[in-house]
Each structure stands twice: as C-alpha cells, then as structure tokens.
C-alpha cells in the first residue's frame, strides 16, 4: 500500500480517489439495491401473478357445463399464454369441445398448446389428441403429419396406435398392420391394439 507522509497527503490521496471512481462506486451501489430491489418486486410480482392465475383458472373451469362456460375458458386460455393454467384451460376447452361436436374448435385449442408451450410432453399429448381429431376430420395425411412431428418416446406406443387408426382411414391395411404390431412392441398389454389388429385381420380375411 502507498504510505503518505503527512494527513494532507492522505486527504489529498482520498479525495482524487473519489474523484476519480467516486461517480463509478455510486453509480455501482445505486444498480446494485436496484437489482435486489428489483429482483424482490418480480419474485412478488411473479407469485402475485401466479395466486392471481389460479384463483382465474378455477373460477372459469367451475363454468365449463354453464352457458358461455366454454368462451370463458377459451378466453382464459388465450389471455394466459405464459403459465401452466392457460394451456390446461386450453385442454379442457377442447374436450368439451370435442363433446359438442365442434371438432375444428377443438382442434385450434390444441393447435394453441402447442404452438407456446415449452413442455414436451405436454406438446406429445396435444398432438395425439390433435391427430385423433383430424381422423375424426377425414384428415388423415393430416394426422400423419402430426404423429411425425412426435419425438416423445413415453408416447411411442401411442403415437404408433394412432398412425395405425390413420392407415386404416386411409384404406391401408398393410400399413396400419405394421403401425398396430409397432404400438403393441412398446406396449404388449394393450387389450385396444390387440383387437384392432384382429378387427383388421377379420375385414382383410388375413
């Protein structure tokens, strides 16, 4: 360290120091409370948002049998496209959906899902869903499509079964032989597969 010979030098030493740093040192201290203040009001905010999410997302879902339950939902769902509830909302508006018959509506909510969610699996479940609902449609190259874009392995068994659904609406049986014998390879006890393989024999004579 530098020694100083007299208190002055030491003074004049200090106040050279601040003035050459002084603005720098201020400037770093006001960005740092700055920063943790900041990082405390999003922390707040974030779980604010969250509560209030929640508390939105269980209010619209107690409508979903209601008149407009179904708008409410899809409202939320649009409205919350950067949390959890949103998408699931999005899952419920397509069942009921489904359930009214409204298979294109359905489908633009599962359409939603996975266009913003980050959740892979998530995303899976969606598009099987999606795939079902364009067979649904006489959409099956569609649905095909769909399955392709499906890397999941949890879904392998599934996503097989489905493209397997998509070859019989296409009129190819071969196909959907090969995609059936693939799901039950990943998934032995699946009862569903093992009878639409020998419904597929049955209308084959094979």
């Known amino acids: 360290m530098e020694k100083f010979a007299t208190e002055e030098q030491q003074v004049e030493a200090i106040k050279q120091f601040w003035k050459d740093n002084g603005t720098a040192i201020i400037i770093g201290a006001v960005l740092g409370l700055g920063g943790l203040w900041g990082w405390r009001y999003y922390s707040e905010s974030q779980l604010d948002a969250k509560a209030k999410a929640s508390a939105e997302y269980q209010a619209v879902v107690e409508t979903a049998t209601e008149e407009g339950g179904i708008d409410n939902i899809s409202k939320f769902a649009q409205a ?15 069942r009921q959906l489904v359930e009214k018959g409204d298979l294109e509506g359905a489908a633009a909510q599962l359409k939603l899902v996975m266009e913003r969610t980050e959740d892979t699996e998530l995303k899976s479940l969606s598009a099987v869903r999606l795939a079902r609902l364009q067979i649904e449609m006489d959409a099956a190259d569609k649905a095909l499509a769909t399955l392709d874009g499906i890397d999941s392995e949890s879904f392998a068994a599934l996503v097989a079964e489905v493209r397997g659904d998509a070859f019989v609406k296409k009129g190819q049986a071969d196909d959907a032989r090969m995609a059936y014998t693939k799901a039950l390879e990943s998934d032995t006890a699946n009862q569903l597969v093992k009878m639409k393989l020998d419904n597929l024999s049955v209308a084959t004579g094979s």
């Open 80 to 94: 919350n496209p950067d949390n959890g509830y949103g998408n699931i909302a999005a899952l419920i508006a397509s």
